[in-house]
């Protein structure tokens, strides 16, 4: 079973930087695509970013697009969300989630294929 450990989160001011990790506890990380998600107060959870296997698919949510890059470390086995020009609309519990896939396979932003969850970690970003 997936196991999926965010870290990095934190209250920011608008135009900070800020960068989410997730571990993932798999033994082949590089058959696991992998996807931020974040769910503002009284929102339900949307698609930020997602990374294939073996990093060469990548998407974003248009919100975020030439704002956030994410990225994967294989020995690691760990995804990273770096996030500049942060927003008060940013403001959200960002979820880290993925699924098993072969690694050159395009990533996909549909929420249900994701299928391993982390707990969240907090972003709050102040005007």
């Known amino acids: 079973q997936v196991q999926l450990v965010e870290s990095g989160g934190g209250s920011v001011q608008a135009g900070d930087s800020l960068t989410l990790s997730c571990s993932a506890s798999?033994?082949?990380?590089?058959?696991?695509?992998m996807g931020w998600f974040r769910q503002a107060a009284g929102k339900e959870r949307e698609f930020v970013a997602a990374?294939?296997?073996?990093?060469?698919?990548?998407s974003y949510a248009d919100s975020v697009k030439g704002r956030f890059t994410i990225s994967r470390d294989g020995p690691k086995s760990t995804v990273y969300l770096q996030m500049n020009t942060l927003k008060p609309e940013d403001t959200a519990i960002y979820y880290c989630?993925?699924?098993?896939?072969?690694?050159?396979?395009?990533?996909?932003?549909?929420?249900?294929?994701?299928?391993?969850w982390g707990q969240g970690t907090q972003v709050f970003v102040s005007s």
């Open positions: 990374i294939n296997g073996d990093g060469g698919s990548t």
């Open positions: 798999v033994r082949t990380f590089s058959w696991y695509a």
């Open positions: 989630a993925s699924y098993f896939k072969q690694p050159t396979a395009v990533v996909t932003t549909n929420r249900k294929q994701y299928d391993a």
